[in-house]
T-cell receptor, first 113, second 111 residues
Framework: NAGVTQTPKFRILKIGQSMTLQCAQD?????MYWYRQDPGMGLKLIYY???????DKGEVPNGYNVSRSTTEDFPLRLELAAPSQTSVYFC????????????FGSGTRLTVV | GENVEQHPSTLSVQEGDSAVIKCTYS??????FPWYKQELGKGPQLIID?????GEKKDQRIAVTLNKTAKHFSLHITETQPEDSAVYFC??????????FGTGTRLTVIP
């Protein structure tokens, strides 16, 4: 049972490049979330999904896109990377929205130069 | 209802001493208050939580207290050990909504 798996762990992008952060969970959780973590700023919700085919914006969605074609996968897409997107990104999942048990992945550290 | 203040931002204690981290929220409808521990290079992990109908909950050396009138909740770690060193986040939820997180406290336990 792997829980929540994020890839890659580290990535350096040039301004204007695009990339997809991968997230997969094997717990059959309905809800999945993407957070970004900036120093001293805690965790900010980017996007979330309540099930396959359904996504919604969080607090800081600008510059990102998501899709949820299966229950297991919830990729986060950066189309035109900007320095302001330098951050650590965490994917999480839960059985239902606001569920007690959010399971987090180990994160992706992204640097945009 | 997305404001949660967490203090202190850094905390150093001697091994064996107690550590207390406090969070203050603004939404009186908040009903669920978890605490997460984040070790270096890892994602946050739930360590303890409390619901709005309970004033205190304890699990071995960690406890959480909730004061609904004052709108604050605190994490208490007793008999601290070096492995308690980590970043701790409080969070809260209103209704069935998503969790909102505090800004984190970096706890260092000095052997």
């Amino acid at each position: 049972n792997a829980g929540v798996t994020q890839t890659p762990k580290f990535r350096i992008l040039k301004i204007g490049q695009s990339m997809t952060l991968q997230c997969a969970q094997d717990m059959n959780h309905n809800y999945m979330y993407w957070y970004r973590q900036d120093p001293g700023m805690g965790l900010k919700l980017i996007y979330y999904s309540v099930g396959a085919g359904i996504t919604d914006k969080g607090e800081v969605p600008n510059g990102y896109n998501v899709s949820r074609s299966t229950t297991e996968d919830f990729p986060l897409r950066l189309e035109l990377a900007a320095p302001s997107q330098t951050s650590v990104y965490f994917c999480a999942s839960s059985y239902y929205q606001g569920s007690n048990g959010y399971t987090f992945g180990s994160g992706t550290r992204l640097t945009v130069v | 209802g997305e404001n949660v203040e967490q203090h202190p931002s850094t905390l150093s204690v001697q091994e064996g001493d107690s550590a207390v981290i406090k969070c203050t929220y603004s939404d009186s409808a908040s009903n669920y208050f978890p605490w997460y521990k984040q070790e270096l290079g890892k994602g946050p992990q739930l360590i303890i939580d409390i619901r709005s109908n309970v004033g205190e909950k304890k699990d071995q050396r960690i406890a959480v207290t909730l004061n609904k009138t004052a709108k604050h909740f605190s994490l208490h770690i007793t008999e601290t050990q070096p492995e308690d060193s980590a970043v701790y986040f409080c969070a809260y939820r209103t209704g069935a909504n998503n969790l909102f997180f505090g800004t984190g406290t970096r706890l260092t336990v000095i052997p």
